[in-house]
């Protein structure tokens, strides 16, 4: 996958206007198919024609996804206002149409594209965001990304709603914890499950070694309340003004959304206080995610 870029949909651009279409007539197929039925080719028409029509609204957004210059889908989202017609929920952002070809699947495309239109509808100062959702491959992946079904179903569609809260990176607190207490410690880890005693127990070893020997902090990330990553950081025993960071963790439901480098870039900001030199991770050599993530700090 290389860098996505997004185009907002114009009327008065014939070729965009008939790429859309052309992947609108694929997603109105593949619904069809979902729900054992056959849509008359002037109704889609019809549908189609009617997006392209009202397109223009600061933030109504139509966007084609490229990932360089091959086309792999498209979003469609709005913010409701009062004067929209059919059910809303006024201020509120809703992810009305969304499709990726299905080629470029559990690819991690859909995914980006989501928090694309996210930062759209922040943009537009929305704070919670609905659907309706397809359920054969529809609610799989809009549960994935964190969406969760309210009981209410939507009139126009006889479908379930589903609900989330806007993400706001703006909206991250960073805090730095020189030696954190245990109580700290288990808040920080229980998010690993089976796996939170002993990840629990190796950094408390890290901290008494650190006091000690050398020195020790983390960096906590919190939003809303909720500690949603971490890393910690510790200095060298054997070289002056080296340090190390490990254990970099970010909540499942807020990855690739630049977290991890921003509770990177923080600890960093803190060493400046410090004799610091240099500082050093490691990378399994087949993680590309993280090799790519410490690429774009070097070059921040």
């Not at 206002?81 to 495309?109: A, D, N, Q, T, W």
Request: aromatic share 12%; hydrophobic share 35%.
């Amino acid at each position: 996958m290389n860098t996505l870029t997004y185009v907002k949909l114009e009327p008065q651009n014939k070729k965009h206007c008939i790429e859309f279409a052309n992947l609108m007539r694929l997603y109105a197929k593949e619904l069809d198919c979902h729900n054992n039925r056959q849509t008359p080719d002037t109704v889609i028409t019809e549908w189609i024609d009617s997006i392209i029509k009202i397109q223009g609204d600061y933030d109504r957004h139509l966007n084609l996804c490229f990932d360089d210059e091959t086309l792999i889908g498209f979003l469609y989202g709005k913010i409701d206002r009062p004067e929209h017609k059919g059910y809303k929920k006024i201020g509120y952002g809703y992810i009305m149409e969304f499709f990726v070809l299905p080629e470029y699947r559990r690819k991690g495309y859909g995914s980006k594209m989501f928090y694309h239109l996210q930062k759209l509808f922040a943009n537009n100062g929305a704070s919670r965001m609905y659907l309706t959702a397809d359920g054969v491959t529809g609610k799989p992946f809009w549960q994935s990304m964190g969406f969760m079904a309210t009981g209410e179903i939507c009139p126009e569609n006889n479908q379930e709603i589903y609900e989330k809260s806007i993400f706001n990176i703006n909206n991250i607190e960073i805090k730095i914890l020189r030696y954190p207490d245990n109580e700290v410690l288990k808040a920080i880890t229980k998010r690993h499950g089976e796996k939170s005693q002993d990840i629990e127990i190796c950094i408390s070893d890290t901290i008494i070694n650190a006091r000690y020997n050398s020195d020790f902090f983390c960096t906590v990330a919190t939003y809303n309340n909720d500690i949603i990553g971490w890393a910690n950081f510790f200095e060298s025993r054997l070289e002056n003004g080296q340090w190390l960071y490990s254990d970099l963790w970010v909540d499942t439901y807020y990855r690739r959304q630049g977290i991890a480098k921003k509770i990177i870039k923080s600890g960093l900001e803190y060493l400046s206080q410090f004799d610091a030199r240099i500082l050093k991770c490691t990378v399994e050599p087949n993680n590309s995610a993280s090799i790519n993530l410490q690429k774009s700090i070097d070059k921040s």
